[in-house]
């Protein structure tokens, strides 16, 4: 416990308004202290020894939830997999995440969507990375951005933002929709990264329904793929929820799929 101990107590010492904040004394209540800081931390450096102690730590936490292998998950319908675990543990060339608009990470310390789970397993250099890019802009819907995987096993990650739906899904939900998939499968094949895991993107907070964004999402991989024959060695769905999983097993079997 004595790093996590002090990867706590350098956060606590660099904000003054967490002053107050009592160190809990069992393992996974420092864990979840810890997770909290770190994503509800501001995106600025930090000095190159905290990083090295986190970057450690991340590793050996991410390879104690078990690494996957992306040719260990079974390709379902041609190169396509379908996948219900945590998208953090999968080894591919890039995992999709579905963030906000402004590309920082969930700054809610205890939330668990894909877009604080990615950013608290990548570790601090992603946030800063991100805040270096956007300058304090915005990505539209369905636009994309690259960069490093920094502690995931994946090599990159592709972010894009996905539509909120405030009562049902308008044409232009349903195209941003579409765009959040072609967009990061172009930018896939212009660096050369040939197995990728995409997230189910706004189905969650952004309330997109799950049947539709499952058939808009392999109907644009599976279109993608008879265009671009042999861009992509292995393409896979990571879900979250049982029905998800069995909503994509039913639509790719339906679907013509490279």
Not at 133 to 161: D, F, R, S, W
Request: overall charge neutral; charged content about 25%; some cysteine.
């Amino acid at each position: 416990m004595e790093t996590l101990n002090y990867l706590i107590e350098k956060l606590i010492k660099e904000n003054d308004e967490l002053s107050n904040i009592v160190i809990p004394k069992s393992l996974n209540e420092k864990k979840d202290l810890y997770r909290a800081l770190r994503n509800i931390r501001e995106p600025k450096p930090i000095d190159n020894n905290y990083l090295k102690i986190q970057d450690k730590y991340l590793q050996e936490e991410i390879k104690n939830k078990g690494i996957i292998q992306e040719n260990e998950i079974p390709k379902y319908q041609g190169i396509i997999s379908v996948y219900i675990g945590d998208i953090t543990t999968i080894k591919c060339d890039a995992i999709v995440n579905a963030c906000n608009e402004y590309l920082l990470g969930c700054f809610n310390p205890s939330h668990r969507c894909i877009d604080n789970t990615i950013h608290s397993f990548a570790g601090m250099q992603l946030r800063e990375k991100c805040n270096k890019i956007m300058q304090g802009k915005t990505l539209p819907n369905g636009e994309v951005i690259l960069t490093e995987g920094y502690n995931l096993p994946c090599k990159y990650i592709i972010h894009t933002v996905g539509p909120q739906i405030e009562d049902y899904p308008t044409k232009q939900d349903r195209e941003d929709l579409k765009n959040c998939y072609l967009n990061s499968l172009k930018l896939a094949k212009k660096n050369n990264l040939k197995t990728i895991t995409f997230p189910c993107i706004s189905t969650g907070l952004y309330s997109f329904p799950n049947e539709e964004a499952c058939k808009i999402a392999i109907k644009t991989v599976s279109d993608y793929l008879k265009a671009n024959p042999n861009t992509f060695d292995h393409i896979i769905f990571n879900v979250f929820k049982s029905e998800d999983y069995v909503l994509y097993r039913k639509y790719i079997k339906g679907s013509e799929t490279a």
